[in-house]
T-cell receptor, first 117, second 110 residues
Framework: ETGVTQSPTHLIKTRGQQVTLRCSSQ?????VSWYQQALGQGPQFIFQ???????GRGNFPPRFSGLQFPNYSSELNVNALELDDSALYLC????????????????FGSGTRLTVV | QKEVEQDPGPLSVPEGAIVSLNCTYS??????FMWYRQYSRKGPELLMY????GNKEDGRFTAQVDKSSKYISLFIRDSQPSDSATYLC??????????FGAGTRLAVHP
């Protein structure tokens, strides 16, 4: 059984550019959630995808968008990058049955560290 | 005011000590309470999960939830250097969104 895989592990971008981060779900999981973790802070919920549709969104602007593919993998896209977007971006997968238990079944990836300069 | 408050530490203890980590929250709708451990350069790993109020024990770890006081705790007995990590409390009212505390950095010295 494989865990959650995120790529790339590190990325440096210039302000105003666009970035795409990728996530492969754990085997058997059909729901993907994305979180942003700024340095010294806890993760903040960006959005969740289930059956290729957005299933809840946190307090993030529309320039943060996502996709989920039929194999349950997912992408996070951020347009018009700002310096404050520098953070660790975490992907978490779960099964739809567990999601209803307060996200009990989340498995997190190791994240992508994005630096915007 | 944040929905979940957690002292960021750092907390430094000798090996074998009992560690107490705490969070307070303001949203009475929270029903699910979790503690995650996060090592440097890694994603969070679920340690303890509790539904509603009460205590739960798993090996050296005990989680307590007091909904009347909106206060949750994690106790680590016989702490080991391998317990050195950041501990995140997290909570949820149901479905898709976890609200995390800022995390407490713990260092256990041999």
């Amino acid at each position: 059984e494989t865990g959650v895989t995120q790529s790339p592990t590190h990325l440096i971008k210039t302000r105003g550019q666009q970035v795409t981060l990728r996530c492969s779900s754990q085997s058997g999981h059909n729901t993907v959630s994305w979180y942003q973790q700024a340095l010294g802070q806890g993760p903040q919920f960006i959005f969740q995808y289930y059956r290729e549709e957005e299933n809840g969104r946190g307090n993030f602007p529309p320039r943060f968008s996502g996709l989920q593919f039929p194999n349950y993998s997912s992408e996070l896209n951020v347009n018009a990058l700002e310096l404050d977007d520098s953070a660790l971006y975490l992907c978490a997968s779960s099964s739809s049955l567990q999601t209803g238990q307060g996200a009990r079944g989340y498995t997190f990836g190791s994240g992508t560290r994005l630096t915007v300069v | 005011q944040k929905e979940v408050e957690q002292d960021p530490g750092p907390l430094s203890v000798p090996e074998g000590a009992i560690v107490s980590l705490n969070c307070t929250y303001s949203n009475s709708a929270f029903q699910y309470f979790m503690w995650y451990r996060q090592y440097s350069r890694k994603g969070p790993e679920l340690l303890m999960y509790t539904y509603s109020s009460g205590n739960k024990e798993d090996g050296r770890f005990t989680a307590q939830v007091d909904k009347s006081s909106k206060y949750i705790s994690l106790f680590i007995r016989d702490s080991q250097p391998s317990d050195s990590a950041t501990y995140l409390c997290a909570m949820s009212g149901g479905y898709n969104k976890l609200i995390f505390g800022a995390g407490t950095r713990l260092a256990v010295h041999p």
